[in-house]
């Protein structure tokens, strides 16, 4: 990830730093990792780094007494706040698929409101986030325009990942729609595994109609000296289910 991190353009001004970009997020990602949430939290964590850890993450040796230091709040809120969002979270995200094997074979789709966020409207930012279903790591999301709602940004996420063939999507009952079924399956060539609540009336009143307890043999499999299952029970309107 250190390596990774080198790629991103740095948006401080040119001159001499005295931390490079990729050790200040260096830092706040083993921070996070060690629980600490916010500048200040990044601050004293680092501070409690070797100095062989300092040296291991990307640190400069200070010019005058050979030793190296770890960012400070104030060096963590500027590289932060200007670095490209977008481009960290597909870097992290691409770094987070490769350390699981078969990451990108199943995949949950949900929405999240992002907190202490704000936009003009008032409302909060939210976004649309894949999850890897085996070890739960986000690996990529995309924002949800305002006055819209998570249905028009699942095929924008769904290409940024650009998953493999045979993929399959999982989601809620907000994602239950024609077009999202058609992405993922004609698109994608993925599967889909969506839930169907009340918001699709008409679908979901088939669906119970199709799945009532009536619709399966009640007897189970048949084995070796069990009895073989009677006619099946008569369906809507005195059809066969």
């Known amino acids: 990830m250190l390596e990774r991190f080198g790629a991103l353009p740095d ?5 001499r730093l005295r931390h ?25 964590t680092s501070q409690k780094l070797t100095q062989r850890q300092l040296r291991a993450l990307g640190c400069r040796r200070n010019e005058k007494d050979g030793r190296y230091y770890p960012p400070s709040d104030t060096t963590f809120q500027r590289v932060l706040k200007r670095v490209d969002s977008g481009s960290f979270a597909t870097l992290v995200g691409a770094w987070l698929s490769d350390q699981e094997v078969g ?33 739960r790591l986000t690996i990529e999301q995309v ?14 996420l769904l290409k940024k990942i650009n998953p493999p063939p045979g993929v399959l999507i999982t989601a809620d009952a907000m994602h ?11 698109e994608l060539g993925g599967d889909y595994l969506f839930g169907l609540k009340g918001n699709q009336s008409g679908i979901l009143e088939k669906g119970q109609r199709l799945l009532a307890p009536q619709a399966f043999s009640p007897g189970g499999p048949v084995g070796e000296g069990a009895p073989p299952p009677g006619p099946p029970a008569p369906g809507p309107r005195g059809r066969h289910a």
């Open 20 to 44: 490079r970009q990729r050790f200040v997020l260096a830092c706040a990602a083993v921070s996070t990792l060690l629980g600490a949430c916010g500048y200040r939290a990044f601050e004293n």
């Open 143 to 156: 924002p949800i325009a305002e006055k819209s709602n998570e249905i028009p940004a699942l095929p924008p």
């Open 176 to 186: 239950c729609q024609q077009e999202s079924a058609r992405f993922i399956t004609q």
């Open 11 to 15: 948006a401080r001004q040119a001159g």
């Open 103 to 135: 990451a990108l074979l199943q995949l949950a789709v949900d929405g999240k409101v992002l907190r202490g966020s704000g936009r003009q409207d008032g409302k909060p930012r939210q976004l649309l986030s894949a999850v890897t279903h085996h070890l």
